[in-house]
């Protein structure tokens, strides 16, 4: 089982949908609320693949977390370690760019998934548990969330960490940088965007040596890459028309780990061992789920039958 740890919330979408003409001056447009949350995406998108996964996080008890909660067992996610309160859900508004990229802005004063708890004992098929995103900056849940990376890494499972900054939401930049360092003896697979790396500062081949297996890096239009001890591969890009990008690198780190159990490498040390054929499929397959979610409007990571039938 792959565990997904970290916040769910709803996505707030500007409509395709031409303003009324009784719109505010402005011509603001309508927002449509769309399920998400890096970690919420990521354990969806596994669900969608094949995978066994469940998630842990706390969800609202309001009409929002129930839908949120909804969804990911509709498509197999096991949320036995949910926490539930009576909180409201966390709300993000979407910018979305000319290139399809978007750009977020976050209302998350006061919201459930920020009383995340430290849980018991992960299931014992737990094989490797995911983090990143909002979940790791947000207080006080973001300590409960650092305590469950260290934890599980300790105790042997394999950790995949994907920072996906949200600046917006880190208001002492070098402190999280120092956190973020910090973090790497504990983790096992980083994943990470260019743009993320060059805020984060430092030299992704340097972090190899604090601790992580693999480090892959996204490269929106260019690709995907790996570096490990042993060596560096790259895929190109799979193209697609882009719509936008939201939830593209959620994919991402669930196709990863789901490709990298195919592979036998959801071990510690796993990814360390594959060789350079190996990793480019890995790469290939989640390049190619990546490229399914950008042709669509929101984050809607594809079922595993839509990738055979791009394969």
């Known amino acids: 089982m792959i565990v997904v740890a970290g916040e769910a919330l709803i996505d707030l979408v500007p409509s395709a949908v031409e303003p009324a003409p009784d719109a505010a001056p402005g011509g603001l447009p309508a927002l449509l609320p769309r399920?998400?949350?890096?970690?919420?995406?990521?354990?969806?998108?596994?669900g969608r693949l094949g995978a066994r996964a469940a998630f842990c996080s706390r969800v609202s008890s309001d009409r929002f977390g129930t839908e949120l909660l909804r969804a990911l067992r509709a498509d197999g996610v096991d949320t036995a370690?949910?926490?539930r309160g009576p909180e409201p859900t966390t709300l993000a508004v979407a910018e979305i760019g000319a290139d399809?990229?978007?750009?977020?802005?976050?209302?998350?004063?006061?919201?459930?998934?920020?009383?995340?708890?430290?849980?018991?004992?992960?299931?014992?098929?737990?094989?490797?548990?995911?983090?990143?995103?909002?979940?790791?900056?947000?207080?006080?849940?973001?300590?409960?969330?650092?305590?469950?990376?260290?934890?599980?890494?300790?105790?042997?499972?394999?950790?995949?960490?994907?920072?996906?900054?949200?600046?917006?939401?880190?208001?002492?930049?070098?402190?999280?940088?120092?956190?973020?360092?910090?973090?790497?003896?504990?983790v096992g697979l980083l994943k990470v965007s260019v743009e993320d790396a060059e805020w984060l500062g430092g030299d992704p081949r340097a972090w190899l040596a604090a601790g992580p297996d693999a480090v892959v890096l996204t490269r929106g239009g260019e690709g995907l890459t790996v570096l490990t001890r042993d060596g560096e591969w790259s895929v190109p890009a799979e193209p697609v028309e882009v719509v936008d990008t939201i939830g593209a690198g959620d994919t991402v780190n669930a196709a990863l780990l789901h490709r990298l159990a195919a592979h036998g490498a959801l071990v510690p040390g796993g990814p360390r061992r594959l060789t350079g054929e190996e990793w480019r499929d890995v790469l290939v397959y989640a390049s190619r789920a990546a490229a399914v979610t950008c042709s669509r409007a929101g984050a809607r990571p594809p079922y595993a039958g839509e990738l055979a039938e791009r394969s």
Do not use: H
């Not at 399920?35 to 596994?46: V, Y």
């Not at 014992?124 to 260290?150: D, I, K, M, N, Q």
């Open 35 to 46: 399920l998400g949350g890096g970690p919420f995406n990521t354990a969806l998108a596994l």
């Open 81 to 83: 370690l949910v926490q």
């Open 100 to 186: 399809g990229s978007a750009g977020y802005r976050f209302y998350a004063e006061g919201t459930a998934d920020r009383l995340f708890a430290l849980p018991g004992s992960l299931p014992p098929r737990t094989r490797a548990l995911s983090l990143g995103t909002c979940s790791l900056v947000l207080e006080p849940g973001a300590s409960a969330y650092e305590a469950l990376l260290r934890r599980e890494a300790a105790r042997g499972v394999l950790t995949a960490l994907d920072p996906n900054i949200r600046a917006e939401l880190i208001p002492d930049a070098e402190s999280y940088r120092a956190r973020f360092r910090a973090w790497l003896p504990s």
